[in-house]
């Protein structure tokens, strides 16, 4: 199987699989095909008949990749959490509280975010990036640090190899912090401003085809409610509101920054308000974690068009909480899904896909009467879990129309996965080696190694 | 670094780490060198002086190994529960319900297990073995099925390959089994005891030193209360008493089997009674879940020396429930990690561990009120995961005095692991590179890639 895309249009045949919605799996019955343009639009998409189509588009000269029997095509997985800042304790730090002396914060976030300047932080960031590319993402909703020439690193890092699409936003904090990893309040607007220009020119100087989502665009990220003053909150708001762009924060994560976050801010009657007040809940924007949710929070979160990033990895740890994401999908929030790197320990979406399902199950737990009410409520499958990680991550972003499934007029950011290797068992005669089983062996089991190429805009990146 | 162990006396110096309790780690401050006897036992262990040790060792003639600087010496993990005869559906099937017409066992168990026989086993058991060695699994208690020439292929292949060491059952069963798989009762007593004696047999003909634990020996198995006549019950406890054999079955896992099984033995207060009532609570013997008790079974379970297997993926999608280890533990129970594939999608204790943690917060959840309680009461870290991979397994299978940690007297059942590779990141000037962060790393986010060496009494099997 040749897996470069040859220039100009080619299609793609085999298992090609989506999740455009919860409780809605396609592409496992028969083989499709997926015809790409020359510009990495999905031309077209044919669910029947596939073979024959595939057929006529050799004769026409058209390269067709055959995929393997044993091998899926999925959309590109989309992390709307992470923090690209903090890879260098990724793994480690978590057992620790967020908030205290030395908490996760205080030991762990601080001084990573603050060792990154514009000579160390290339290192880091492309590192970041090939995890990201080699576990399947293709698109990310990141974090930098707050300082402005360690961030735009990123930017460069991510237009030299060519992905994943970013949401990239520069650290806004200035108060709460330690000293030397903090900012005035002035400066902070300053930089955040040379920062949402900056990262819009890169993009525009990259020429790409009308109707793509950016390769890389800016985010307005205030810290959370506890390290921003009113000022920071109302100057950030205006520049979201100036140049049109995406914002993202933590709300709602933990007991204990709530209770400061309140402290702070007691005029409010939550997280959200707060933010609503300073012109931050913007259509696109987005809010990480808001598992202690005040009632009423999620009704003016859905208001003012914020989605939501479900960590369940970090939430875990910190929120001790699971956000009932079926429910808030329900409600008409728009939920992606994040690995909170390195709040969640794995760059890896396939991990926070699992941790999902795990965080669904916990919803179940310690309720003997009325499972069933319980289970139709809030379970989420593992396929539940690749539509979180796909169309769903693609939802809340704002890219909708244009990423998360195999749909005409889309891009094409898709992995090819392999069922196979020493952590997708395969036997002669095996009980479970229909495609669902073995889409599910690779949900459950599969890794990096499974992964055979990834695709950003029908460009092949890994 | 020659990983290979030379005949006669050995040594290893490095990060020789080990977790003989909840909340204690030794190892990290300091090289130990940990001193290796041509039988396999551990002469010796220094903890303070390794350096100075390890040169008059090399001095007198013995061979010093030393491990790299991101090297971790570590107890074998010691899976409590695996059912070797079910990997062939490893990763798929736990989106159903355990007992349903078309759920877990109708779909997935049975037709696995019934397809295993004399010419068809071998190949499934040596891939589990080659799965459980590869990710550092020394020790198991293990499933076979109901067949008995299926079940002594598993023998056959340990023995053959030197490990993991195993109690390996070949499972009884007599009623509400399909049609084709399932035993009459003298059968199943027939080639239980048949497999206790060849199992037995296998074990003596290897001709190991004294004192150290069996490489294969046989566990009395009823598959769990519905589908056994109290009759074969009955058979299979005075088996067990005639060949003081270890017993393991499932307890308590799912309220839909509860609820089964409290209707065929109304006459007893819990799961726990009825397996007494029949001689099947020994010392030792191991029921694995154990998540959905009685008031008073659990003390029941301790009073007749029955360990338990926490199976924290499994419990997450059947049990619906997490077991409360650090209160087991505390009342005295021996708790052990089981793997519970293919219940558990993962054949790696490693992601065990990771569960068990992520299970130990969900008993944190919900109760705003008193965390700090709840934490003393539940938390599990990281750490304390490899203290249950490691000693409390040992100590749940009745192996406490000789494996699970690094302690003169012991057999050296170890791991050697490198935090290096592609999922386990460094970086120059990182902030999160002390020993003990580097440990972390791999609780987290190691796989079996960073697995260098696997070696079962004092010999490198991996």
Same mark, same amino acid.
């Given at each position: 199987?040749?897996?470069?895309?040859?220039?100009?249009?080619?299609?793609?045949?085999?298992?090609?699989?989506?999740?455009?919605?919860?409780?809605?799996?396609?592409?496992?019955?028969?083989?499709?095909?997926?015809?790409?343009?020359?510009?990495?639009?999905?031309?077209?998409?044919?669910?029947?008949?596939?073979?024959?189509?595939?057929?006529?588009?050799?004769?026409?000269?058209?390269?067709?990749?055959?995929?393997?029997?044993?091998?899926?095509?999925?959309?590109?997985?989309?992390?709307?959490?992470?923090?690209?800042?903090?890879?260098?304790?990724?793994?480690?730090?978590?057992?620790?509280?967020?908030?205290?002396?030395?908490?996760?914060?205080?030991?762990?976030?601080?001084?990573?975010?603050?060792?990154?300047?514009?000579?160390?932080?290339?290192?880091?960031?492309?590192?970041?990036?090939?995890?990201?590319?080699?576990?399947?993402?293709?698109?990310?909703?990141?974090?930098?640090?707050?300082?402005?020439?360690?961030?735009?690193?990123?930017?460069?890092?991510?237009?030299?190899?060519?992905?994943?699409?970013?949401?990239?936003?520069?650290?806004?904090?200035?108060?709460?912090?330690?000293?030397?990893?903090?900012?005035?309040?002035?400066?902070?607007?300053?930089?955040?401003?040379?920062?949402?220009?900056?990262?819009?020119?890169?993009?525009?100087?990259?020429?790409?085809?009308?109707?793509?989502?950016?390769?890389?665009?800016?985010?307005?990220?205030?810290?959370?409610?506890?390290?921003?003053?009113?000022?920071?909150?109302?100057?950030?708001?205006?520049?979201?509101?100036?140049?049109?762009?995406?914002?993202?924060?933590? +709300?709602?994560?933990?007991?204990?920054?709530?209770?400061?976050?309140?402290?702070?801010?007691?005029?409010?009657?939550?997280?959200?308000?707060?933010?609503?007040?300073?012109?931050?809940?913007?259509?696109?924007?987005?809010?990480?974690?808001?598992?202690?949710?005040?009632?009423?929070?999620?009704?003016? +979160?859905?208001?003012?068009?914020?989605?939501?990033?479900?960590?369940?990895?970090?939430?875990?740890?910190?929120?001790?909480?699971?956000?009932?994401?079926?429910?808030?999908?329900?409600?008409?929030?728009?939920?992606?899904?994040?690995?909170?790197?390195?709040?969640?320990?794995?760059?890896?979406?396939?991990?926070?896909?699992?941790?999902?399902?795990?965080?669904?199950?916990?919803?179940?737990?310690?309720?003997?009467?009325?499972?069933?009410?319980?289970?139709?409520?809030?379970?989420?499958?593992?396929?539940?879990?690749?539509?979180?990680?796909?169309?769903?991550?693609?939802?809340?972003?704002?890219?909708?129309?244009?990423?998360?499934?195999?749909?005409?007029?889309?891009?094409?950011?898709?992995?090819?996965?392999?069922?196979?290797?020493?952590?997708?068992?395969?036997?002669?005669?095996?009980?479970?080696?229909?495609?669902?089983?073995?889409?599910?062996?690779?949900?459950?089991?599969?890794?990096?190694?499974?992964?055979?190429?990834?695709?950003?805009?029908?460009?092949?990146?890994?």
């Amino acid at each position: 199987m040749a897996l470069s895309p040859p220039a100009g249009t080619y299609a793609v045949l085999g298992h090609i699989v989506d999740a455009p919605q919860l409780d809605v799996v396609r592409g496992l019955d028969e083989p499709s095909l997926v015809v790409v343009s020359g510009s990495g639009e999905i031309e077209s998409v044919h669910r029947a008949g596939a073979a024959d189509a595939a057929a006529s588009l050799e004769a026409s000269g058209v390269t067709v990749i055959r995929l393997g029997q044993r091998d899926f095509l999925v959309p590109g997985f989309i992390d709307c959490h992470v923090h690209a800042s903090q890879w260098a304790y990724m793994g480690t730090g978590i057992d620790r509280p967020l908030m205290a002396d030395d908490g996760f914060l205080a030991k762990y976030a601080f001084p990573a975010e603050s060792a990154l300047n514009a000579q160390t932080a290339g290192e880091v960031y492309r590192a970041a990036i090939d995890d990201m590319l080699r576990n399947g993402t293709t698109t990310a909703l990141v974090w930098g640090s707050a300082r402005l020439d360690a961030s735009e690193e990123y930017v460069k890092a991510v237009v030299e190899r060519g992905g994943p699409r970013s949401l990239i936003g520069k650290v806004s904090m200035d108060r709460h912090c330690p000293e030397g990893y903090v900012e005035t309040t002035a400066q902070s607007l300053a930089d955040t401003e040379a920062f949402v220009l900056r990262t819009k020119a890169a993009n525009d100087a990259l020429g790409l085809p009308a109707g793509s989502p950016p390769l890389v665009a800016p985010a307005i990220t205030p810290r959370f409610l506890p390290t921003c003053t009113a000022e920071l909150l109302r100057g950030l708001g205006a520049l979201a509101e100036k140049h049109d762009c995406f914002v993202q924060s933590h +709300l709602s994560e933990s007991c204990d920054e709530l209770a400061f976050s309140s402290s702070l801010f007691p005029g409010f009657r939550s997280d959200a308000a707060a933010f609503a007040a300073f012109g931050l809940l913007r259509r696109p924007s987005l809010m990480a974690h808001c598992v202690h949710l005040q009632p009423g929070e999620a009704e003016l +979160l859905l208001q003012h068009g914020c989605a939501m990033a479900h960590c369940p990895t970090s939430n875990f740890f910190f929120a001790k909480e699971a956000l009932p994401v079926r429910q808030m999908l329900q409600l008409g929030v728009k939920v992606g899904l994040g690995t909170d790197v390195a709040g969640g320990y794995s760059p890896a979406m396939l991990v926070s896909l699992r941790h999902a399902v795990l965080a669904s199950k916990t919803l179940q737990f310690r309720r003997a009467k009325g499972c069933a009410t319980l289970r139709d409520r809030h379970n989420l499958s593992h396929t539940d879990g690749l539509h979180l990680a796909t169309q769903a991550g693609a939802d809340a972003l704002g890219f909708g129309g244009s990423l998360g499934s195999f749909d005409a007029g889309k891009r094409f950011d898709a992995v090819v996965w392999a069922a196979e290797g020493p952590n997708v068992r395969c036997y002669r005669g095996g009980v479970a080696e229909e495609p669902s089983d073995l889409l599910h062996k690779l949900l459950t089991n599969g890794d990096d190694r499974n992964i055979k190429a990834v695709y950003i805009g029908g460009r092949r990146v890994v």
